[in-house]
C-alpha cells in the first residue's frame, strides 16, 4: 500500500523550483513521502486530502546555522560583543544532562517546526562532548521529525580570538580559567576518531539525520585537524561545518599567522569544497569571493547575530552575484533572538540597502527565499531532495493560512512571506510526507511538555554551573574592547 497525499487547490504554490514559478490554484500530488505532480492533479487521486484553498504553501525552509543547547539562553543579556557572548555561552551550556540536552533541542524545533522551518544545521554542542551527548541530540531530532546535520564541533588550539585585546587574562583569572578547564583544546586524533565514530552510528544521507564534522572556526583549529575533517567528510559522504570570519580580530589574526587571508590559507590546505558550509563569513577579503565560487563553499549569512554583536555587516549581495550559493541561518537563539527564520530574512534583504544607492545591488525577496531553501539544502548536501516542491523532492512543506492580516489581500506571496508574514499564520507541516504540524500545532512529540520542562531545566543547570556563570560573566568582562 502506497501513502497518497493531495493538497488541493493553493491559494499560492511558491515551488522554488528551477523556473522559481509561483502557481495560483495548484495541487501538489505527495506518494510515500515524494513529490509526485505539481498543478492539476485529478480528483480522488490520494488517502489523504487537504484542502488549501486558504493556504500558501512554500517548501520547508532550512535554518543552516544554529546551536540547540543556547535555546536555553534566549534574552540572557544585551549588550555582549562575540568574546563576552562566547564566554558566557560557555556557563549557559556547559555540564548538560542527556535530558537537558534533549529538552533545549526540541525546544528550538518547536520554534523552527511553528513558522514553517523542516531542517537544521546543529552546530552541537557548546562544549566538549562525548557519544552520550552525541546520542541524546541525535535522539532529540528523531522524536522532533526534523531533519537535522547535526555538526559535531570540535577545536584543537585555544579561542584566541575572544580572548581580551591584549592577548592574555590578569593571573588570577587565568588561573581559574586553566582550573575550570573551559574551552580546553582536545587531542586532534582523539577528536577525529569521535566524530568518526559519530559518523558510522548516526549519519544516514538518504534519511533524515546526518553527522558532520565540524571545526568550531578554523582560526581555533590545527591545519591537520581542519585536513583530518574533509578527509573524513570524504571517506564518510558528509558535510562540514564551521564558523568563519565572524569579527574582524579573526581576519586580522589569520593574517599575521599565515601573512594571507584565511580563506586562501583554507584553499591552500585543501579544505575548501562544496561540501563546506560556513557561517557568517563577514569579514572577506577582495580576492576572497571567487574562490568561494570556485570551489562551491557554502557560507551561511546570519545578519541578526552578526549585527546585534556588532560583529559586521556580511558581503551577501556581492557573494550572490559573484556565483557564490549563500544559504542563512538563525544562530543560537541569544544571538538571533529566536529561530523564526522570517525575521532572518527579513533582515538579510534589508540590512546592506542603506549602504548601496544602486538598487539593482540589493538583497532582493527572492534572494533570500532562495537563501532558506535553495541554498539551504546545498548547505545540506541535499539539494537533489529538498529547498523545492517540484516532482521528485522529498515532500518538505509548509502550508500558511492567508485568513490572517499578512496575507490579506494576497498580492505577492513572495514579497509577503518576507516582509509581512511572522511566522504565526503557519497551520500545516509536512516533512517527508509526515505531517508534523496541525492547526498550528505539533503533532509530532509533545510540545506543551517541552515548554513546562525547560523552565525547571535551565534553572538547574544554571545552579549547577553557578561557580562557572561567576566566572564567565568575569572572563565576558574583561575580553571586552
Ligand atoms: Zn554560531
Same mark, same amino acid.
Given at each position: 500500500m502506497h501513502d497518497t497525499l493531495l493538497i488541493r487547490g493553493?491559494?499560492?504554490?511558491?515551488?522554488?523550483d528551477a523556473q522559481a514559478r509561483v502557481l495560483r490554484g495548484a495541487d501538489i500530488l505527495v506518494r510515500d513521502g515524494v513529490i509526485?505532480?505539481?498543478?492539476e492533479v485529478p480528483a480522488g487521486a490520494a488517502a489523504r486530502v487537504i484542502d488549501a484553498r486558504n493556504r500558501v504553501v512554500l517548501p520547508g525552509m532550512v535554518n543552516a546555522h544554529t546551536h540547540?543547547?543556547?535555546?536555553?539562553?534566549?534574552?540572557?543579556?544585551d549588550l555582549a560583543n562575540h568574546r563576552a557572548a562566547l564566554w558566557m555561552f560557555q556557563a549557559f551550556?556547559?555540564?548538560?544532562?542527556r535530558d537537558e540536552i534533549r529538552c533545549a533541542a526540541l525546544l528550538n524545533c518547536i520554534e523552527m517546526l511553528t513558522t514553517g522551518t523542516t531542517a537544521c544545521i546543529d552546530h552541537f554542542p557548546e562544549q566538549g562532548f562525548g557519544m552520550e551527548q552525541v546520542d541524546a541530540v541525535v535522539d532529540a531530532y528523531r522524536e522532533s521529525g526534523m531533519r537535522a546535520v547535526v555538526a559535531l564541533r570540535v577545536f584543537?588550539?585555544?579561542?584566541?580570538?575572544?580572548?581580551p585585546p591584549a592577548g592574555a587574562f590578569p593571573p588570577d583569572l587565568d588561573a581559574r580559567l586553566r582550573a575550570a578547564g573551559v574551552l580546553e583544546p582536545r587531542p586532534t586524533d582523539e577528536l577525529l576518531a569521535l566524530v568518526d565514530a559519530a559518523v558510522q552510528r548516526h549519519h544516514d544521507p538518504a534519511g533524515m539525520i546526518q553527522i558532520a564534522p565540524a571545526p568550531s572556526n578554523p582560526m581555533r583549529c590545527s591545519d591537520a585537524l581542519l585536513v583530518g575533517c574533509q578527509a573524513l567528510a570524504g571517506r564518510r559522504d558528509t558535510p562540514v561545518h564551521c564558523h568563519l570570519l565572524e569579527t574582524r580580530v579573526q581576519a586580522e589574526i589569520a593574517h599575521k599567522r599565515f601573512g594571507r587571508s584565511q580563506i586562501s590559507h583554507l584553499d591552500q590546505l585543501g579544505?575548501?569544497?562544496?561540501?563546506l558550509s560556513a557561517a557568517h563569513?563577514?569579514?572577506?577579503?577582495?580576492?576572497d569571493i571567487p574562490l568561494l565560487a570556485q570551489r562551491g563553499v557554502v557560507p551561511v549569512h546570519n545578519p541578526e547575530s552578526n549585527v546585534r554583536g556588532g560583529s559586521g555587516v556580511a558581503p551577501v549581495a556581492r557573494m550572490l552575484r559573484g556565483g557564490v550559493t549563500v544559504a542563512i541561518g538563525a544562530d543560537g537563539s541569544p544571538s538571533g533572538?529566536?529561530?523564526?527564520?522570517q525575521h532572518s530574512l527579513r533582515l538579510a534583504t @534589508?540590512? /546592506?540597502?542603506?549602504?548601496?544607492?544602486?538598487?539593482?545591488r540589493w538583497v532582493t525577496t527572492a534572494d533570500a527565499l532562495g537563501m532558506a531553501t535553495r541554498g539551504g539544502a546545498a548547505a545540506m548536501r541535499q539539494s537533489h531532495r529538498i529547498g523545492a516542491i517540484a516532482?521528485?523532492?522529498?515532500?518538505d512543506m509548509a502550508l500558511y493560512d492567508i485568513a490572517s492580516p499578512w496575507w490579506t489581500?494576497?498580492?505577492d506571496p513572495v514579497h509577503q512571506f518576507i516582509?509581512?508574514?511572522?511566522?504565526?499564520?503557519?497551520r500545516e507541516v509536512f516533512i517527508a510526507g509526515r505531517q508534523v504540524v496541525a492547526e498550528g500545532r @505539533?503533532? /509530532?512529540?509533545?510540545a506543551d511538555a517541552v515548554l513546562a520542562e525547560a523552565q525547571a531545566r535551565f534553572a538547574a543547570l544554571l545552579e549547577r554551573n553557578a561557580g562557572l556563570l561567576e566566572l564567565s560573566r568575569r572572563l565576558a568582562e574583561a575580553s571586552l574592547g
Open positions: 493553493a491559494a499560492a504554490v511558491v515551488t522554488m509526485t505532480h505539481v498543478g540547540s543547547p543556547l535555546a536555553f539562553a534566549k534574552g540572557c543579556y551550556t556547559g555540564n548538560a544532562t584543537d588550539e585555544p579561542y584566541t580570538d575572544i580572548y579544505v575548501l569544497s562544496d561540501r563569513v563577514i569579514w572577506l577579503d577582495d580576492d533572538g529566536n529561530q523564526a527564520m @534589508i540590512i /546592506a540597502r542603506p549602504q548601496d544607492r544602486d538598487v539593482s516532482p521528485g523532492m522529498q515532500a489581500p494576497l498580492n516582509y509581512s508574514e511572522t511566522g504565526a499564520s503557519l @505539533i503533532t /509530532a512529540f509533545d
